[in-house]
């Protein structure tokens, strides 16, 4: 079981939509998939569940799940509509385990079973919950804009998870809103600060798995949020932008050839 947590002091960076497009894409290649939802804006749950379901989730609640040492993960999991990806929804009583050990979730996972894939959705903080995070887990991508917003905010994340965990080595930046009808331009902005970037971290994904974010591109993932993942017939897909996710999703892959269809995404 791999565990891929998503993670960044800044929010507006695509963080959780890049959590469903990963799930979903992994989804339809084949993988088990569990989301946790960590995040007290809880995007992802509401993309994933639908009014029954929402209805009868009860305690079925990341917050509830890491409360008592013996619970077993495998208790809080609903299945969604999209194929192979189960979750575990957000609450907004996550605030009340501000004293929780760090250690918590990774002492949980060993009672998952049959997932290939948790992928952990975080909010847009420093915190202890982050922290259960980043200790179970695999990757740690942070999505990035290139903005100096963005890369003052990567120094000091890379600085705390240096400093403060053992997770330094796994920890990724993935840009989120690279234009590809830029990567040859000699000046600019975009280029400016990939130099920036590049200069001073080592950690980039690979320039294929950048998600591009125009504006008409942004249209799409927000009207796909706004649908959810049970209106699946009506949601649109860029074909720039899923070539894109098929290679970020391929970094976590043995293999490539199971990768979906756009048509079938």
Request: hydrophobic share 40%.
């Amino acid at each position: 079981m791999n565990v891929i947590t998503l993670s960044s002091l800044k929010g507006g960076v695509g963080k959780s939509s890049i959590t469903i497009q990963l799930a979903n894409c992994l989804g339809m290649a084949g993988k088990k998939v569990l989301v946790i939802d960590m995040d007290l804006n809880n995007s992802v749950s509401s993309y994933y569940l639908t009014d029954e379901t929402k209805e009868n989730i009860g305690s079925k609640n990341i917050a509830d799940a890491l409360s008592k040492t013996g619970n077993k993960l495998a208790d809080f999991t609903v299945p969604t509509q999209r194929r192979n990806v189960d979750l575990i929804a957000s609450s907004l009583y996550l605030i009340d385990l501000r004293g929780l050990s760090e250690r918590r979730l990774s002492q949980l996972l060993p009672t998952l079973q049959d997932y290939d894939f948790v992928i952990v959705d975080t909010q847009p903080t420093y915190d202890n919950l982050v922290l259960n995070a980043y200790y179970a887990a695999d990757w740690i991508i942070t999505p990035i804009n290139l903005s100096l917003f963005d890369y003052n905010t990567a120094l000091f994340l890379r600085d705390k998870i240096a400093t403060e965990t053992d997770k330094i080595d796994n920890w990724f930046l993935q840009i989120n809103g690279y234009n590809h009808n830029f990567s040859d331009a000699k000046t600019g902005k975009q280029k400016e600060y990939l130099s920036v970037f590049r200069s001073n971290f080592e950690n980039l994904t690979p320039e294929a798995a950048w998600l591009p974010w125009t504006p008409a591109i942004k249209a799409v993932i927000d009207r796909n949020m706004f649908l959810s993942a049970t209106n699946k017939e009506n949601c649109i897909c860029h074909p720039k932008l899923f070539n894109s996710l098929c290679n970020f999703t391929d970094l976590f892959l043995d293999e490539s050839e199971n990768l979906p269809e756009l048509e079938a995404f």
